[in-house]
T-cell receptor, first 113, second 108 residues
Framework: GAVVSQHPSRVICKSGTSVKIECRSL??????MFWYRQFPKKSLMLMAT?????????EQGVEKDKFLINHASLTLSTLTVTSAHPEDSSFYIC?????????FGPGTRLTVL | QKEVEQDPGPLSVPEGAIVSLNCTYS??????FMWYRQYSRKGPELLMY????GNKEDGRFTAQVDKSSKYISLFIRDSQPSDSATYLC????????FGAGTTVTVRA
């Protein structure tokens, strides 16, 4: 099946700093990618839809200025958590749609101290 | 009402038992139904997907969709300890709506 990678897999940062997470489709092109957030023992919550060549679409309640999304190419989308705070600590997962389903990256665990 | 409802469990079964998981959904327009498996601290991996109604079988896994009842199921036969994970149902066409996930433990 299709492969989606994420980098880094784990990041620890100080409060107030910004963190960039990359999502890449390795063997297929993705004009759209999705960013999810998952709290411990909870389901995936869709944050935003990343669109190549245009602005991202954010779900209700998600701060656009807090979670900056850039879809730089057909294989790369980045999520930047700006001025991170401890409440931003979470597991962030991206996905890219394939022919009939979506393929998920392995996730990035963010810990903000 | 949530778009997708899934009992979070946890569910504990002995090795070799049949694991039965299910979800209900509210939007009758949904056409794609998926089951993902997620191990601790990992991203979800696709197990099976079904388009529209019916059954689909893949090895020890069987997925069923009953659109009239808005009910989907996943059955795992001859369960193994390696099947211990959280199972998420996901429903939708382009954007997916996820269930809460059911944590399954298969005891050796």
């Amino acid at each position: 099946g299709a492969v989606v990678s994420q980098h880094p897999s784990r990041v620890i940062c100080k409060s107030g700093t910004s963190v960039k997470i990359e999502c890449r489709s390795l063997d297929f092109q993705a004009t759209t990618m999705f960013w999810y957030r998952q709290f411990p023992k909870k389901s995936l919550m869709l944050m935003a839809t990343s669109n190549e060549g245009s602005k991202a679409t954010y779900e209700q309640g998600v701060e656009k200025d807090k979670f900056l999304i850039n879809h730089a190419s057909l294989t790369l989308s980045t999520l930047t958590v700006t001025s991170a705070h401890p409440e931003d600590s979470s597991f962030y997962i991206c996905s890219a749609p394939g022919t009939d389903t979506q393929y998920f990256g392995p996730g990035t665990r963010l810990t903000v101290l | 009402q949530k778009e997708v409802e899934q009992d979070p469990g946890p569910l504990s079964v002995p090795e070799g038992a049949i694991v039965s998981l299910n979800c209900t959904y509210s939007n009758s327009a949904f056409q794609y139904f998926m089951w993902y498996r997620q191990y601790s601290r990992k991203g979800p991996e696709l197990l099976m997907y079904t388009y529209s109604s019916g059954n689909k079988e893949d090895g020890r896994f069987t997925a069923q969709v009953d659109k009239s009842s808005k009910y989907i199921s996943l059955f795992i036969r001859d369960s193994q300890p390696s099947d211990s994970a959280t199972y998420l149902c996901a429903i939708g066409d382009y954007k997916l709506s996820f269930g809460a996930g059911t944590t399954v433990t298969v005891r050796a």
